[in-house]
């Protein structure tokens, strides 16, 4: 699958990304008015090899969260954030809740080489990136470059060629839920000792499925995990 980058209207191939289509075609952009939309939309999108991202975007964007429609999946542990399974998309991308409760945060780690979309449905959580690690600074601390506070219905995005991040719901009273796309999907991925930019490989786990609790006794969602 090719993710055309921000602003391009033709991928290498030479084939014409939907979002140029919308524009060629003349056709009105589809209404997100739901998060069924944002799933129908995604299907569609997803059956084109060219992705482009800022149609994407547009599609995130557009969605205006609401409780309603996506509660049925935000499961929330008192003991840490939870990963919860929204849909597959035909095995090209994964559509997950990710559910924040005060204090709770990720490790600092990368994306695999998947792209990393990422909108903000409840609450506001604070995302921190870092430079990856170089000959030059190995067994030192982490390089911090940049941190950004997303709120109710912003989106950010990152893959590995921008960096490492981790996120957290920096709040002490009040939990967070977001929405991540990950494309192409993946279960495996390296986090980050802040101090020493050692490396562990974590493996990706779902708290739920489309809404039904994974068994405990499964060793499925206790592990360590991060994405
Ligand atoms: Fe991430």
Known sequence: MEVCKRNETENTNNEVCRYKLHKNLGTSLPTIASLDDVIKELRVIFESDSVNVEYLNYVLKSYKSNPSDWKKYAKFSRLKYTRNLVDTGNGKYNL??????????????????????????????????????????????????????????????????????????????????????????????????????????STVTFYSIQGKRVQENTGLDDSTEDN
């Open 96 to 201: 997950m809740l990710l559910c924040w409760g005060e204090g709770h945060g990720s490790g600092i780690h990368d994306h695999a080489n998947s792209h990393c979309f990422m909108k903000v449905l409840q609450g506001a959580i604070e995302e921190v990136k870092y430079a990856w690690p170089s000959a030059s600074t190995e067994d030192k601390e982490l390089q911090e470059i940049g941190r950004t506070r997303v709120e109710v219905d912003d989106t950010c995005y990152i893959n590995n060629s921008i960096g490492l991040h981790r996120v957290e719901n920096v709040s002490c009273s009040d939990t967070a839920v977001t929405l991540h796309l990950y494309c192409p999907p993946y279960n495996k991925c390296l986090v980050f000792n802040q101090r020493t930019a050692q490396t562990t490989e």
